[in-house]
């Protein structure tokens, strides 16, 4: 909410000042802060109501109906977790607060429902095996083992219609059927669903070279393994701003040595280090192509996301990374599927 201020108010005020300032505001809420603005409680339609019923006057002061424990957002979260938690809660708002609850914000669940639609294509390769995952993939294609109440794939297509996307391609290939007949032709997602058929193995990108025509903005290419919070509209933007070729999504992944690292000189230990942690930058599984990039991919043959990103720099294209921070879960065994049932319920449910 762009003029949120409007929203505050003392807890010495009236109820009726407070019915003001959230008729004015339009936010269906006021939030009752100290001279310093740290958040004492919040004050809703719906507490004013309940407080009429019991006898509290308009004239009375609005700490007599506050709310006191509201649920609140940091400052530093990301937009789409914040409107998951606004879902979750039924709510139609959430304050935000810095770490000492001071009000720096209040999201309205109804300002970011009104996504505008993006005309980027979206492709999903959901053609693999998922032979790691054993017997899970015997009979169901990874994307559509179940996640919570629904299938992986439906949960990261609905992740990116909620922000605007509407054309998908998804790459399919081992047991087509069961993802064709979930999902159609998108319409009941309110999307529209193309499908890329794979006759052989064709890899991360290689499937691309079946697209019907060439789009005409760039598109995200993104695996059918992958859970993630992550804003695929600022990866765009970002992408068209910066005049790339390619962006890759990348993520830290840090690996801990079990033993103590010795650092020798000549048969001499000048030092130990002991259970050392590496930081490496590893792709996180997304990407954003411009269109002409599509030339460079081979047809009808097996081709790779890091073999195309290979051609791309000998050829002296623009590549550059985006930083993926938010949850991201790739589900590549099974204890990371067994991790994905859990996380569901707290974050995409």
């Known amino acids: 909410m762009k003029h949120w201020e409007q929203t505050l108010?003392?807890?010495d005020s009236t109820l009726r000042d407070a019915?003001?300032?959230?008729?004015?505001?339009?936010?269906?809420?006021?939030?009752?802060?100290?001279?310093?603005?740290?958040?004492?409680?919040?004050?809703?339609?719906?507490?004013?109501?309940r407080a009429l019923l019991r006898g509290v006057s308009l004239d009375d002061q609005v700490h007599t109906?506050?709310?006191?424990?509201?649920?609140?957002?940091?400052?530093?979260?990301?937009?789409?977790?914040?409107v998951e938690q606004i879902r979750r809660l039924g709510l139609h708002q959430m304050p935000r607060v810095d770490g000492d609850n001071r009000v720096v914000g209040l999201t309205l669940l109804d300002d970011v429902m009104l996504v505008q639609p993006r005309d980027n294509w979206v492709v999903i390769m959901a053609g693999g095996l998922g032979t790691r995952l054993a017997e899970l993939t015997r009979d169901t294609p990874k994307p559509m083992l179940k996640v919570g109440s629904r299938p992986l794939l439906e949960t990261i297509v609905r992740g990116y219609a909620?922000?605007?996307?509407r054309r998908f391609y998804f790459a399919v290939n081992y047991k087509s059927e069961q993802i064709e007949a979930h999902f159609g032709d998108g319409s009941a997602l309110g999307i529209e669903v193309r499908y890329l058929r794979e006759q052989q193995r064709m890899g991360t990108a290689g499937a691309?070279?079946?697209?019907?025509?060439?789009?005409?903005?760039?598109f995200i290419v993104t695996n059918a393994d992958l859970l993630t919070k992550e804003d695929h509209c600022a990866m765009v933007d970002l992408h068209a701003e910066s005049g790339a070729d390619a962006t890759m999504g990348v993520?830290?992944?840090?690996?801990?040595?079990?033993?103590?690292?010795?650092?020798?000189?000549?048969?001499?230990?000048i030092g130990i280090?002991?259970?050392?942690?590496?930081?490496?930058?590893?792709?996180?599984?997304?990407?954003?192509?411009?269109?002409?990039?599509l030339e460079l991919v081979p047809s009808g043959q097996f081709f790779d996301m890091p073999s195309l990103f290979d051609v791309m720099m000998r050829e002296g294209l623009h590549t550059r990374c985006h930083r993926v921070d938010g949850y991201w879960l790739d589900i590549g065994q099974l204890p990371d599927y067994e991790r994905a049932k859990v996380d569901f319920e707290k974050v995409f449910k």
Do not use: C, W
Not at 208 to 218: A, G, I, Q, V, W
């Open 9 to 11: 108010i003392s807890p």
């Open 19 to 49: 019915l003001d300032v959230i008729d004015k505001a339009g936010s269906q809420i006021a939030l009752v802060v100290s001279p310093d603005r740290q958040l004492l409680g919040t004050l809703s339609d719906g507490d004013m109501r």
């Open 65 to 82: 109906a506050m709310h006191r424990n509201p649920a609140v957002a940091n400052h530093d979260e990301d937009l789409l977790s914040v």
């Open 162 to 165: 909620d922000q605007g996307f």
């Open 208 to 218: 691309l070279s079946l697209l019907p025509e060439r789009p005409t903005l760039p």
């Open 251 to 269: 993520r830290p992944y840090e690996m801990q040595v079990p033993f103590g690292v010795v650092q020798e000189r000549e048969g001499r230990i």
């Open 273 to 293: 280090e002991e259970k050392p942690t590496q930081v490496f930058t590893v792709s996180a599984g997304m990407y954003v192509l411009s269109p002409q990039v």
